[in-house]
């Protein structure tokens, strides 16, 4: 194939990958990188038998039809890359310390914003975390659209002007300490819980104001 551009008389190409997304995927990368431009068909077989082949080659599909599963492909494999390079998600401390690594605020947005209850205003932070790992796996505010609280996952505590953060381990939790320190290379969602004020309006996944337009 990655010569038949170059050949006059060929006209189409047929493509014989396996049946189903990988094979699609394989089939055009290797397309891509050929640099080819012909038209393509599909050649989608159930079986290896001599009768089903024929039946392929009679009934050649557009390629058109298998953009949607190509697609599907290419973003299944992106995200198995983007899973092995971070190589963080649902990892305990005790395993990200094996690797030599540590939480990274490039890795986090702000999934859930809100008011800790007037009520835990003089709770310990240890206690306010327990309730907060049951509420968001067992009653889920109904605002809330993202998963279950699970370990890797951190949760940032506005107290009096000063942020604590947190790392959900595999058994309780453990303090990040100047994890909102380290100066992004991208803007992140998570840093304006440090840049804001406490104003009502201020919450940092949709207010936009610098630190400067606010009363501190």
Known sequence: MPLSNNVRKVTSENYPTDSGREGELIFRLV??????????????????????????????????EYDALYNAALCRERADWMVGILDERFASMRELNRRGKMPDPEHYEVTYYADLPTMWQDVPNNEILEELFQMFNLSRPQDFEGHSLSVSDVIALKRNGEVSVHYVDSIGFKDLQGFLDKQPERPSVLLNLKEKCDAPECNPIVCRKVRAEHEL
Do not use: D, N, V
């Open 31 to 64: 397309y891509q990188q050929a640099g080819c431009k012909k038209p393509f068909s599909r050649l989608w077989l159930s079986s290896m038998e001599e009768t089903a082949i024929w039946e392929g080659f009679a009934h050649l599909k557009p390629s058109t």
